[in-house]
């Protein structure tokens, strides 16, 4: 049998994960603004992470799966938009992108190659750190942040865009950790981010976790009992009308803005529309191998004070042309047929699934390519927890014996 994963690599790992672009200067230290502690955090998680394979007796799970195809398709996109810096406007900010890139390569492989070696541990250990840090998000935004100037919650410098996937991933973290130790206070807190996660503002990425969730209502639809589905909504209910009762004003009136008279009266989309269309256009003048990378801001963005466009997959269209859109539908649809059905480990390899999802959808509304990290990591949990054979059942005494899920 051989020994559990270290904790430190992954706990390492989920910090630069959720850490986002963080330089020494947003510190104060403006003459070390070139520090970025992305860098140093994913080294020491790599030299861990080293370690924690070395003391692995016989060779790495990962040396006898054969089931990669996905992550070398996806790993040749990756450089491919790397390269697309050759052909990039002048006006692209190809370094930071470039260096963005490049870590995310490196998360994905690192993510992958930890899950790898004991999916059930690992997969346990990053649901709960989300959980942890999706509490702490949500203090910190309720507690110290407060309402930006829009009226809308984040937390540690991190847009609301960013925040509200904090917080989706801590409601599914919470039902990660009831399904796979049977224990039901992580549910209790889900209320907590909900909350922070309408205090977001970000009617996307509330979308986003919606539709992920009705799809798993619907898939787990004949093993639901009434009883304790009743009571679930018996206290969402009791809880959302209690904060409406006593929430403070700021509270209503960014529901009422936001989500009443923008979005329902208004129709206010956040010029995502035409953001999009410019993209379109962008693909269309280089339909090919596309404009280069950061190409969007190079010819567009940097005359209309636009970052990026707001849609991966537009994003990948506009900068990388048919090439790049075929890089990633090839990784995906490999991925999807890895994954599908569950593999050795349907509740693992289905919750990851599910956040991958989320954090995909909601990269259809807002973010840039490294802001869609988190799709990427799960992605390459879920196919690790698929595919290994290696790692112990997670030892927990109040984990409930299931029936395997039929292929």
Known sequence: MRPRAFVAPGLLLVLVAIGGRYTLDRAGFLDLAWVDLRVIGLVLALVVLALDAARQPGPHPMDGLRHEGWLVAALIFFV???????????ASRVGPQTLDLV????LTIAFYAYAAGDPDTVGLLLFRLL???????ALAALLVNGPGEQGRYSAFGGGPNVFVRIEILGVISAVALFMLTG?????????????AAVLSGS???LLAGAAVGAVALLK???????GPVVAAGLVLAAAGAALWVFAPPEFTSLFQERFVEQTVQEQYMSDRTSIWAAAVDLFLVHPVAGAGLDGFYGEIGVNQMVEYPHNYVLGVAAEGGLLGLGLLGTSIVLWTRVVH?????????GLAVASAVF???SSLFSGDYYDARLAWIFAAVAAAAAVSRSGAPVSDPHTPEREPVPR
């Open 183 to 195: 224990r039901v206070w992580p549910l209790l807190v889900t209320p907590l981010f909900l909350l």
């Open 341 to 349: 059905g569950g593999g050795l480990r349907p509740q693992v390899t």
């Open 103 to 106: 870590l995310l390569a490196v």
């Open 131 to 137: 959980f942890v840090a999706a509490i702490v998000f």
């Open 220 to 226: 787990l639809r004949h093993r639901l009992r009434p």
């Open 203 to 205: 009617r996307a990425g």
């Open 80 to 90: 491919f938009q790397i390269a697309s810096a050759l052909w990039a406007p002048s």
């Open 359 to 361: 954090v995909g959808l």
